[in-house]
């Protein structure tokens, strides 16, 4: 697993801290009472990077997010954005923040909302009116530009509560979970747009439950625990990470229960959902795993090899346990 | 099943605060209101203040003066309050008093003209000597009723002699006359009258009949208007309450729904927020304000027009309290169901107290100060005298200035309360 390391030869701003970086967060902690919601967290993200949080539910990655925007004040540690730091005025600027909620006016339309988030961000005049229109068509609702938000479907007011983040162009764009409640075809079409807008050079930090997501669009990712990271770097490191050169056998079997449970104990696996779910050091060591399970009378009745995901490093990681 | 039913609808009414205290707090409150003024349950009872002038200081005058001295439910004025301990101002006069009823200081005044006691009682409406002069305001209805009624009985009962010699006099006209001893008898019975008149032994607490007095009234404010200025304050101010704290509560929505979160997230502070949000809705209240009084001065012949000024200050003023009014309510919830029970609480309190529902003279004494506390008693007050008493803009300054205060002082806490959402 790769870590990228906090020192840099970046130039340094009037505030000391390094400008070209898009955002570093240092040693962050944020408590809640007795309750330590982040606990020394520190990451960086680099220049057109697009940087994926993963984590269980409560697992802290909201008040890093709040932290970033300047909405939580944190107990200890730094946030800078190009140097700047968190809640600045200059911070304000460079960032852009998509909420996980829809933040938006239910009765203002779409050209009226991207209109007066981008005037909370100071724009005016033919700069705001060339910034709505290019939301509009980044997120393929100019045709629906006079309509109210309220009336929009689920997968449009996403759309629109991104282009609400992002109508001041903002250098470091903050997703979070943008893909929540919209079905497959508008999906795709947030993806185009991350994709689009990435193209554009922003750096991403995109926070998501669906590992699919997480695998097609960043480059790196933070799995984040109990208010700590636990693991970070690219897919394939943290595969690497967590499995080594080791390969997931999923079975499922029929034969008596007692026989099933010995089998899989055998060979250091476990049951998910009926299914026995090993893991083996090498692809070629399937065949004698097989032949065990006909010593013992078990009958095959389909079998899957596959190189580990980054939902097997997730759920390897962070357990099972429901976290809700 | 009923049962079941009922059950969850009480678990569900016992987690919601906002109900219950709708539920039980607004009836208790309103029921204590109602029975104090109206229940007489109130130790201090509603006086009305008559400013009286003696310009005859004749025996009669006199006695009448110290009969409605006399009197329990008035407070007679006969000089200007001192602002300065030990310094008395001189006597009410007939033109000071006029002018001490059009600013609002007591909504009588009783002026006994010179010549009085020559003729001070006549039976049967023949007299020729000059009237007491009764001036009003006329947006009291109350008080010049009362004060004549308390007058004539002041008559009957502080001045028995000059009512026996009135009685002597027709006796002599219309029946022939006393006999000497008759007269003798007479004269020392009133000569025990005058001297028990003189040792306070008369107690004036007959009841009062017929009208021996002659009485001249006279309106000096609130000539040939009616109460629809009055009204429109009254009624304007309550739902400009309502509408204020309702805006605000948008507040509560944007918090809720994250839009708060996201704007604050931009170069938007919370102190430009809550100041656009409080400019926008004292330009609501004031938009309302408008919109009620024109509609009085289309419909109802409100003379609008001749006091744009005032109505423009007073209205301006009025929306900004309000306005910042429905703020403070609004940062001090968490929740739309907690803004609607507490601002129905607290705005029919404040209307009821303050004089939106009832004028505030109709009260007990420590009611109307307590009415005092209220942005609906001073804003009422400030429009009722550019409507009423036809105040020029500069003399509103105290209405101006403790509407602005209020305005100011309730904003400055709401900020301060809205910190809870700035950061965590």
Known sequence: ?????????????????PESIPLEVVSLVKRFGPVTAVDGISLELRGGECLGLLGPNGAGKSTLIR????????????????????????????????????????????????????????????????????????????????????????GMKRRLNMAAGIIHRPRVVLMDEPTVGVDPQSRNRIFEMIEALRAEGAAMVYTTHYMEEAERLCDRVAIIDHGRIIAQGSHEELVQSAFASRSQVLARLAGPPGEI???????????VDGAAELTIEDSTLIAGLLDDAARSGLKLLDVTMRRPNLESVFLHLTGRELRD | MIVSV??????????????????????????????????????????????????????????????????????????PPSKSKGAELPEYTAATAEAAVKAGTAPVALIIPAGFGQNPVSFGGSQTGPAIQLLNDSSDLIAPQMVAGLLQKAAMTSMPDVMAEEGMKYTD???????????????????????????????????????PIAVKSRAVVGENKDMVSFYAAAIGVMFLLFTASNSA????????????????????????????????????AFMQLTVMFLWGWAVFKLDLLTHIPGFLVMGLCTAFAVAAFGMLLASICSTRAQLGALSTLVILIMSSVGGSMFPRFMMPAAMQKAGLFTINAWAIDGFTNVFWRDYPVQQLWPQVCVLLAIGVALSLIARRIARRWEFA
């Open chain 2, 249 to 284: 509560g948008v507040l509560l929505d944007e918090a809720e729904s994250g839009t708060l979160d996201r704007v604050l997230s931009s170069r938007v502070t919370m102190t430009t927020l809550l100041a656009g949000k409080l400019a926008y809705n004292t330009l609501l």
């Open chain 1, 261 to 271: 449970d010995a089998w899989v104990e055998r060979h250091a696996g476990r049951l």
């Open chain 1, 67 to 154: 932290s970033v925007v300047g909405r939580v004040i944190p107990d200890a540690g730094r946030v800078a954005v190009f140097g700047s730091p968190a809640g600045s005025l200059e911070a304000r600027a460079a960032l852009g923040w998509v909420p996980q909620e829809l933040a938006l006016y239910p009765r203002l339309t779409c050209r009226e909302n991207l209109a007066a988030f981008g005037r909370y961000h100071g724009l005016s005049g033919g700069k705001l009116t060339e910034s709505v229109a290019w939301c509009l068509d980044w997120a393929a609702l100019a045709d629906r530009a006079g309509d109210l938000a309220k009336n929009l479907s689920g």
């Open chain 2, 173 to 211: 006209k219309y029946i022939g006359g006393f006999t000497p001893d008759q007269r003798s008898r007479m004269k020392s019975s009133m000569d025990q009258w005058r001297k028990a008149e003189s040792d306070g032994g008369v107690t004036g607490k007959g009841s009062a009949s017929g009208g």
């Open chain 2, 6 to 79: 009922a059950r969850t609808a009480l678990l569900s009414l016992r987690r919601d605060r906002a109900a219950l205290a709708m539920s039980f707090i607004l009836p208790i409150a309103f029921f204590s209101i109602f029975a104090t003024i109206f229940g007489g349950r109130h130790d201090s009872t509603s006086k009305i203040n008559v400013i009286l002038v003696d310009e005859d200081h004749s025996p009669a005058s006199l006695d009448l003066a110290r009969g409605l001295e006399r009197e329990d439910s008035l407070v007679v004025l006969t000089r």
């Open chain 1, 1 to 17: 697993m790769k870590v990228h390391s906090m020192a840099d030869a970046s130039p340094r701003s009037s505030s000391g801290l």
